[in-house]
């Protein structure tokens, strides 16, 4: 029988420790999280345990999180290799301006999700594929051609599990000492996030064809 997801912050590791109060173990609230986002950051240590971190487009897939590279990166090879890995997805909401520069923080949705890629082959590779585009580009995918073999070839594809996670919200105004508040300066929030701007035609674009609708449609 196939045991119940884990739900975020429940492992040892992943246990919110700092400010817990912003800790969030609703696994709905993970998925929402990373469906608002389209670049995560992926830490893999090379083969002298030196580590980097790779930001990279990712969708959520269910109960997993697909990203895709190169078969020529070094990384992305280790990564399919098996080596240990910590996806973080990190969506700024706002400044919190507080009265001194110690309480002045950001207010954020952040996701930790750790463990092992599978790699992704055959027929799933394509459906992989194509779930990133709807995630990165709704609408899109009926107006593109297939993939290409070469294309499928040259392309690693990974599925990370959400089996081992946490989430992390920060939502508040400035929590400043009792003392400060009688300190003649504005303090509030600054709500900021992703935006999208009018489209760009490409310069070598043949056809006079209008912004299509579901690019209109893109808004965060
Ligand atoms: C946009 C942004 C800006 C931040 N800026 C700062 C900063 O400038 N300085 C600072 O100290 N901290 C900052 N934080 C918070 C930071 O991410 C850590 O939560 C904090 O530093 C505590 O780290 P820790 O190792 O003591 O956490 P612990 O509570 O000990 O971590 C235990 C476990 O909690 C989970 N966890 C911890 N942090 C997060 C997180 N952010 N999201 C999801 N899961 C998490 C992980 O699974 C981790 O293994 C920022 C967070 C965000 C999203």
Known sequence: MATAPLAPGSTDRTRVRRLPEKAVSERDVLHR??????????????????????????????????IHGSTGSRLFRALAAGAPTCLTVTL?????????????SMNYRSAMVFGICEVVEGDAK??????LTDHLLP???????????????????LALPLDETSVKV???????????LD???WAGTVPLGETYYDA?????????????EYVRAWRR
């Open 92 to 104: 700024l909401d706002g400044l919190v301006v507080a009265r001194s520069a110690f309480e002045s």
């Open 33 to 66: 999280v990373l469906d608002a986002g389209l670049v995560g950051h992926v830490a893999v240590s090379d083969d002298q345990g030196r580590p980097y971190v790779l930001p990279v487009a990712y969708a959520r897939d269910g109960d997993r999180v697909l």
């Open 200 to 212: 760009v035609p490409a310069p070598d674009l043949r056809f006079d064809l209008p912004v299509p």
């Open 170 to 180: 920060s939502a508040n105004h400035p929590t400043d000492d009792e003392d400060d």
């Open 126 to 131: 394509a459906a992989a594929l194509d779930l």
């Open 183 to 185: 300190t003649p300066v």
């Open 139 to 157: 609408g899109r995918r009926a107006d593109l051609r297939p993939h290409k073999k070469k294309e499928l070839a040259a392309t690693l594809v």
